[in-house]
């Protein structure tokens, strides 16, 4: 791809984009360089195969992070806890899911003390950059770094905060601006009257899409939510809407295309 219009389709047709790559989904990197690419154990230097391309003028990096702030697509971690573009034909999906997970029931179930915290103070500021958020919480010190960062990747992983690069940081700081999931998409998720097994089961069929082939074993190592989605596996191959073939599931598209 060279433009990023051609970007924008691209995460809006696939509904779900990794970002990296690296796992089942399409990864943004593999559609730039338009071959396969994954995360190296090289670490940052694997990341010369596409740091110097240019789209539109711009850096990858510079188009990742104009992706992020998009009002019609976000970066969260709900998939595999990796950095993931969300379209927002998705969002209503997503919603019915977050909107469980924020129930004051569930959150005490599946969130530590210090997410909450994070969560809580996050919801009362409206936007916060990292750095104001460890120091409004009292976490600067160097032994919280594991446990902080840790913290907002599993509140990612449930879709309950959204964070976007700050596109105009201070000298040598990169520190992501966070908002809850109701403030990010407000504008733009629009409405969806799903139960949240619904909900469960529509957005495993989209993922499935992106990926076009999976493996079952895998798919409990996809979402945090993972022991609730068993059930809506199984009624999905009952009904046809994703195909099995031995250990791999098959999204029905591959169907579609070849009747």
Do not use: C
Not at 91 to 112: C, G, N, Y
Not at 208 to 228: C, G, H, M, T, Y
């Amino acid at each position: 791809m060279k433009t990023q219009v051609e970007i924008f389709e691209f995460i809006h047709d696939r509904g779900l984009v990794s970002a990296l790559g690296g796992n089942e989904l399409p990864s943004f990197i593999s559609a730039v360089l338009g071959k396969p690419w994954k995360p190296s154990s090289k670490g940052f230097t694997g990341w010369m195969d596409w740091w110097s391309i240019k789209i539109s003028g711009q850096s990858v990096a510079h188009v990742s992070q104009d992706i992020e702030g998009r009002k019609d697509i976000l970066a969260n971690r709900i998939f595999r806890r990796t950095k993931t573009f969300v379209s927002n034909k998705l969002w209503p999906i997503v919603d019915t899911i977050v909107k469980h997970h924020q129930d004051p029931a569930v959150k005490q179930q599946i969130l530590s003390d210090i997410e909450l915290k994070i969560l809580e103070a996050i919801e009362r500021e409206g936007s916060i950059r990292t750095d104001r958020l460890r120091k409004k919480l009292k976490l600067e010190a160097k032994e919280n770094n594991s446990r902080f960062h840790r913290s907002l990747t599993n509140l990612e992983s449930y879709g309950l905060i959204v964070g976007v690069e700050d596109p105009h940081p201070e000298k040598h700081l990169h520190a992501n601006i966070w908002q809850t999931w109701d403030t990010r998409t407000h504008e733009s998720r629009g409405r969806a009257s799903l139960s949240y097994s619904e909900a469960l089961a529509k957005l495993l069929v989209k993922t499935i899409d992106a990926s076009i082939l999976v493996r079952e074993d895998q798919i409990p190592q996809w979402f945090k939510w993972n022991s609730d989605i068993r059930a809506a596996k199984d009624q999905l191959i009952l009904d046809g809407a994703i195909l099995k073939s031995g250990q791999y599931l098959v999204s029905s598209r591959v169907r579609d295309v070849n009747s």
